[in-house]
């Protein structure tokens, strides 16, 4: 089992980039892939990248690709969203995930309790 937590939302900025992470503990955290989704304000909650665990193949939903990157750090048992050219429909709670499946699409087993991430136009 592993217990996520989110940090590094705020607001920002369009056109600015933010970096939330998401600390995990747990002994095998290189065993889980690692994922982030997200939740606006009357909008279903939506996929946006994943790393797997034993590959590090990333994936991203074409929402975000080319804006935002997912790494990992297994030394620091944490994984970041780096966050690039955001613009107000950004704006969401952002949730990390853990799976410790090798599944796709990627959906998180494991969940945080997110961060708040507003961008102002």
């Known amino acids: 089992q592993v217990q996520l937590v989110e940090s590094g939302g705020g607001l920002v900025q369009a056109g600015g980039p933010l970096r939330p992470s998401c600390s995990a503990s747990?002994?095998?955290?290189?065993?889980?892939?690692l994922g982030w989704f997200r939740q606006g304000p009357g909008k279903e909650r939506e996929f946006l990248a994943a790393?797997?665990?034993?590959?590090?193949?990333?994936d991203y939903s074409d929402s975000v690709k080319g804006r935002f990157t997912n790494s990992r750090d297994n030394a620091k048992n944490t994984v970041y969203l780096q966050m690039n050219s955001l613009k107000p429909e950004d704006t969401a709670v952002y949730y990390c995930?853990?799976?410790?499946?090798?599944?796709?699409?990627?959906?998180?087993?494991?969940w945080g309790l997110g961060t708040q991430v507003t961008v102002s136009s």
């Open positions: 995930a853990a799976d410790p499946r090798l599944v796709t699409p990627f959906r998180g087993v494991y």
């Open positions: 747990g002994r095998t955290f290189s065993s889980y892939s």
């Open positions: 790393v797997y665990w034993n590959d590090g193949i990333t």
